[in-house]
């Protein structure tokens, strides 16, 4: 990857519809090469899809919990239970295994506490849980999907 890939990565991050006329002007290459790196962007997994992003609120979504999930197992048919459960309910958006007092970080997106009563009572009742813990979103600070691109190794 080289500083125009990079530059090409950013502008994508940034809007994934710009056309690749565009896309070529600004990186300063010519459509064919321009799409050239972005196949082999795609090739090489480094993108690796490209999705819309919607507004939660005018889905609503108004309502984020962050949900810690401690398990006193950690056998592996207990493992694929629990992801096989969080995996199968949809209002679960981000799954996280981590490090330290917390098995698991879920992010949740609900319409309402009564949306997240519902999520929480299938979670518990899908697999044997030591603890569950939930803190609520009150204001969004920064929502991005932009990975930084600081730390690439360009040619």
């Known amino acids: 990857m080289d500083k125009r890939d990079a530059q ?24 064919t090469p321009c799409w050239r790196r972005l196949q082999k962007l795609r090739e090489d997994g480094v993108i690796c899809r490209q999705v819309v992003l919607c507004d939660p609120a005018k889905l609503n979504l108004g309502l984020t919990a962050f949900v810690t999930v401690r398990s006193n197992q950690h056998g592996d048919a207990w493992t694929m239970r629990f992801i096989e459960a969080v995996r199968a309910i949809p209002e679960i958006i981000e799954i996280y295994q981590m490090s330290g007092d917390v098995d698991y970080l879920l992010k949740v997106v609900v319409p309402d506490i009564a949306g997240y009563d519902s999520v929480y009572k299938r979670l518990i009742k899908s697999v044997e849980l030591m603890d569950v813990s939930s803190a609520f979103a009150m204001e969004v600070i920064k929502r991005t999907t932009a990975l930084p691109l600081d730390y690439v190794a360009t040619e």
């Open 8 to 31: 090409m990565l950013t502008l994508l991050q940034q809007d994934a519809t710009i056309s690749l006329n565009d896309l070529a002007k600004a990186v300063n290459l010519s459509p």
